[in-house]
């Protein structure tokens, strides 16, 4: 005689009891996790500073380690907490789920202003040696349209803020609704927000996060025809003129490939890319050549490497200081990246990462080129697991909710204040 056994929907039940728990778990471990790197790479950025004199590294942020500190009171102090709060208790109310989607995009835009205008808001009207011909005069063009330093900064983070409302739209084509629902407070209170106001770069971010959107918006199932055709085209003249604003935005083209490849839309890749190359060609008629552009920066940085051996410090720690800058967020998200259903919208930026040391970017300001990498370093910490990676992104939706990670945004949160207050 046999003891009598549960039923196979008692032993689901149980597991999905369990479920919340482990998450809890997991997004503590890697809270933890991302702490410790914080700690490592913080040290080893301030000991680059103090033991050489030719290191420059990243000198835009006021409360960067090792320098200078001295507290002083701000606006910003005050209205950053407040922020972190009113998302994390908006985004924790079950009303947040049966909010309408334009409703949600909307506040999370206007919600990134506020938390990305709190942490810095000093915008530079200057570029650098490396910035784009294209970056140089669409920031000459800011100045003389805006006319104060207070009208630059408005408008720059007004841009540079849509980069979240486009990153969800994304995210909800390729993921579902549910995971672009869940990942919107991780996305708001980014710690990277303190670099989108800095100046052209952070407006370059947006362009590139309008690329993805419009890419995978038009790779859906439901668009043929023409449609689909000069949706492509606008997509590929979007990475065009990112890449104008960026050098750093021709690895999203990858990104738009792998979500073409993955929805099997191969008439659309070559659109894009004829569309891209178009823009090119057209800017090169006029005297701005873009590959001669990349191939003089590249070698500028080089010697400007080689002449002050001690910056390759800042490069060496770029990897380091881009997951810093992402927020506990990027451990999940880089563990599930190659299972997750948002890996196309990741293998662009996660490629740049990698070879972030090797891309002879300017040692002088090099967070300079984490601001477009980091919202979409993390979009596969909500995403659900498909199966192959050829899977129809977005047309098999998850039947499983997503629980909106809280603690790991609040942590990244706390990080970003906690660092503006130490200066």
């Known amino acids: 005689m046999t003891a009598p056994q549960s039923s196979y929907t008692d032993r689901v039940d149980a597991v999905d009891a369990l479920a919340p728990a482990r998450q809890r778990h997991g997004r503590l471990r890697d809270i933890g996790i991302w702490i410790t790197l914080l700690v490592a790479t913080l040290t080893l950025a301030s000991v680059a500073v103090e033991t050489s004199s030719e290191v420059v590294g990243p000198s ?15 606006v910003g102090m005050v209205v950053a907490p407040l922020t972190a709060a009113a998302v994390l208790a908006v985004a ?26 709190a942490l810095h808001t000093n915008v530079d009207p200057t570029t650098m040696t490396t910035a784009t011909a294209g970056a140089r005069q669409a920031i000459a063009l800011l100045v003389s349209y805006t006319g104060s330093q207070a009208g630059l900064a408005i408008t720059v983070v007004a841009i540079s803020c849509l980069s979240v409302p486009l990153t969800l739209v994304a995210v909800k084509s390729v993921a579902g609704p549910v995971a672009a629902r869940a990942l919107s407070p991780v996305l708001i209170l980014g710690p990277w927000a303190a670099w989108t106001t800095l100046g052209i770069d952070g407006i370059a971010a947006a362009a590139c996060a309008a690329v993805l959107a419009c890419g995978a918006i ?11 055709f000069w949706g492509a085209a606008a997509a590929g003249g979007l990475l065009g003129i990112a890449a104008l604003l960026s050098y750093g935005a021709a690895w999203f083209a990858v990104s738009l490939l792998a979500v073409f490849f993955a929805r099997r839309r191969s008439s659309q890749i070559l659109v894009a890319a004829g569309a891209a190359l178009a823009v090119l060609g057209f800017a090169a008629a006029l005297g701005n050549s873009w590959p001669y552009g990349l191939v003089d920066t590249y070698n500028a940085a080089i010697g400007e490497i080689a002449a002050h051996p001690g910056q390759l410090w800042w490069l060496a720690l770029m990897p380091a200081l881009v997951c810093v800058a992402c927020g506990p967020a990027i451990i999940e998200s880089l563990r599930r990246f190659g299972s997750s259903a948002a890996w196309p919208l990741m293998i662009g930026p996660l490629m740049a990462l990698m070879i972030a040391p090797l891309s002879g970017s300017n040692p002088e300001q090099p967070e300079y080129g984490w601001i477009a990498l980091c919202p979409w370093l993390i979009v596969a910490a909500t995403a659900p697991r498909i199966h ?15 629980r909106v990670p809280l603690v790991t945004a609040g942590a990244g949160a706390c990080a970003a204040i906690v660092l503006m207050y130490s200066g």
Do not use: C
């Open 92 to 117: 924790s109310r079950p009303a947040a789920a049966r909010m309408s989607w334009n409703t949600l995009l909307v506040l999370s835009y206007l919600a990134s202003i506020t938390w990305a205008g």
């Open 60 to 74: 835009t942020l006021p409360w960067w380690p090792a320098q200078n500190l001295t507290f002083h009171v701000t």
């Open 218 to 228: 038009v790779s859906e199932r439901k668009v043929r025809g023409t449609d689909a």
């Open 388 to 402: 192959g990676l050829r899977a129809p992104l977005g047309f098999e939706r998850s039947k499983r909710s997503v």
